[in-house]
């Protein structure tokens, strides 16, 4: 079976441009969580889906959106972009949202932002 | 706040050497924690977690993790270190948002040297 994949695997952008990230969960995974980490830091919690309803928010701007569709793959939309958006977009998914479920991470998306 | 906290951006040891990555927590009640690894240029993968039961969680190739209550602590160990498990740790915990979202810590670097 597929793991979690991610598209693009790299992106350029300038300046107030938008972007959209896109993510295929593992097959039968309902929860599709995104994250961002910036070189050297952990990942940061950005939203995470489950049964396409939002379930929960980081503390990102109103900038970052994200959806999740009816075969549970998701997009993450940034607007405006700045240079500090610049960073390693993680896509993972799990079969619940329990706190137990451990979590399978795509390979992600490096976003440069000139 | 509750977080995780990795005390040592970066740990050496020598390969066949045991090893020991560090991870203290602040989170109220019955934490439930989580070890991730990170290879270069790759998303993070699962290696452990802490539910309940034994305190000593056995997890993927090789490694473990003692759940210390007294110390805070979910230092995660191996008895025999080997070149390939140079890579970046994490040690993460769900936050209960409606869903749960994982917190991350900071990450440890582990270089092994042959």
């Known amino acids: 079976d597929a793991g979690v994949t991610q598209s693009p695997t790299h992106l350029i952008k300038t300046r107030g441009q938008h972007v959209t990230l896109r993510c295929s969960p593992i097959?039968?995974?309902?929860?599709v969580s995104w994250y961002q980490q910036v070189l050297g830091q952990g990942p940061q919690f950005i939203f995470q889906?489950?049964?396409?309803?939002?379930?929960g928010r980081g503390n990102f701007p109103d900038r970052f959106s994200a959806r999740q569709f009816p075969n549970y793959s998701s997009e993450l939309n940034v607007n405006a972009l700045l240079l500090g958006d610049s960073a390693l977009y993680l896509c993972?998914?799990?079969?619940?949202?329990?706190?137990?479920?451990?979590?399978?991470f795509g390979s992600g998306t490096q976003l440069s932002v000139l | 706040a509750q977080s995780v906290a990795q005390p040592e951006d970066q740990v050496n040891v020598a390969e066949g050497n045991p090893l020991t990555v560090k991870c203290t927590y602040s989170?109220?009640?019955?934490?439930?924690l989580f070890w991730y690894v990170q290879y270069p240029n790759r998303g993070l993968q699962f290696l452990l977690k802490y539910i309940t039961g034994d305190n000593l969680v056995k997890g993927s190739y090789g490694f473990e993790a003692e759940f210390n209550k007294s110390q805070t602590s979910f230092h995660l160990k191996k008895p025999s270190a080997l070149v390939s498990d140079s890579a970046l740790y994490f040690c993460a915990y769900p936050r209960n948002t409606g869903g749960f979202k994982t917190i991350f810590g900071a990450g440890t670097r582990l270089f092994v040297k042959a």
């Open positions: 097959s039968g995974h309902k929860s």
């Open positions: 993972a998914s799990s079969s619940g949202q329990g706190a137990g479920e451990k979590l399978f």
């Open positions: 889906y489950y049964e396409k309803e939002e379930r």
């Open positions: 989170v109220s009640g019955n934490p439930y």
